[in-house]
């Protein structure tokens, strides 16, 4: 691998699409206000919008308007564009504005490009990509901040992963375009402008495997997307406390990484499980059951889960605040966990 440089979360993003798409002609990307928009060039590239978040800006004058295709505020109708074109040989990229709208295109997406290799008995396939935008923490209000991965991981068929870092970020979603099979990638809003290091040529980061972001002894925390940087700043609180916390970003929901999920348990004998999504029906009980039933002969503390409240995500800053997980919730839950005194 070349020598690691600095990107953004955004700018991994965007790398990952240009390349895979200079490499392969039959890739094309749409979506809502990709292409088109400011109407001015700036640096040699058209100043387009680039979606919601800028995070493909330029990529029209680079690739050409035929490939990066605009479309309408109409969901369910260039989502089962998406879906037809994957089906008929064409690899298909399409971003989905905000995961809050997976309900405008859910039959396209899970009745529709989810079913089709089973419908055909495995000799169809879709190669479909859907990236979209989730999570809180930016003020969004109800509509915009939701964290839905659960609700497509419930779905057989669809593959989810949901990258924390700017190389996850490029690695996974290239590894997502190559698949054979629909892939939803959930990118987090507060995560764009986040830096790390990411090489400049193309590389894959396998969906379903976890990654150990931090050894530790006496307890395990399973995290997603941007929780994954509330559970080191809780696991470093910990450590100084004489507790040491192992922390795993999950990555992938489907398919799911059970082996180093259950070794690292086996090893501490405690979890707690960190999801920014809602309680009920989620990514966090669902964990929390794995491990409950091909761990339970080396749990010596109750699994416990953290999550956001109950409740739609708040407009409030300070509502939103005490909605989403914080550190303090996190090493309240560790010490319930392994049964300590905080």
């Not at 894959?204 to 976890?210: D, N, Q, S, W, Y």
Request: aromatic letters at 6%.
């Amino acid at each position: 691998m070349s020598e690691e440089r600095k990107l953004t979360y955004a700018q991994a993003v965007k790398e990952a699409m240009v390349q895979e798409m200079k490499n392969d002609k039959d890739i094309l990307f749409i979506g809502q206000d990709i292409s088109g928009g400011a109407g001015r060039e700036q640096d040699g590239l058209t100043d387009t919008w680039g979606g919601s978040f800028g995070v493909s800006k330029g990529m029209s004058t680079l690739l050409g308007t035929d490939r990066v295709i605009d479309c309408p505020l109409a969901e369910a109708g260039y989502m089962g564009a998406a879906v037809a074109a994957s089906t008929a040989g064409v690899k298909v990229i399409s971003e989905l504005m905000f995961n809050d709208f997976l309900w405008l295109a859910g039959d396209q997406l899970f009745n529709g490009a989810a079913k089709l290799k089973y419908l055909s008995g495995g000799t169809e396939t879709c190669r479909l990509t859907v990236r979209t935008v989730m999570g809180g923490g930016l003020n969004a209000g109800m509509h915009h901040s939701q964290s839905l991965y659960s609700l497509a991981a419930h779905i057989p068929g669809i593959k989810v992963v949901i990258p924390a870092t700017p190389y996850d970020a490029k690695g996974l979603l290239i590894s997502a375009i190559r698949d054979e099979d629909p892939v939803i990638v959930f990118e987090n809003k507060a995560l764009y402008n986040t830096e790390g290091d990411v090489p400049e040529e193309p590389y894959t980061v396998p969906l379903g495997k976890a990654r150990i972001v931090r050894k530790g002894k006496d307890i395990t925390i399973l995290t997603l997307s941007r929780m994954l940087y509330i559970a080191i700043e809780a696991a470093e609180s910990l450590e100084k406390r004489g507790i040491s916390t192992e922390v795993i970003d999950v990555r992938s929901l489907v398919p799911l990484d059970e082996e180093t999920i259950l070794n690292s348990v086996k090893e501490t004998g405690h979890v707690v499980i960190v999801d920014e999504a809602l309680p009920r029906c989620g990514a966090a009980v669902d964990l929390a059951a794995l491990v409950s039933d091909k761990a339970i002969d080396y749990i010596d503390g109750p699994v416990k889960t953290v999550t956001s409240k109950p409740c739609p995500v708040p407009f409030s800053p300070v509502l939103e605040n005490e909605y989403l997980p914080s550190k303090e919730d996190i090493i309240k839950a560790v010490y319930e966990s392994t049964n300590r005194e905080g």
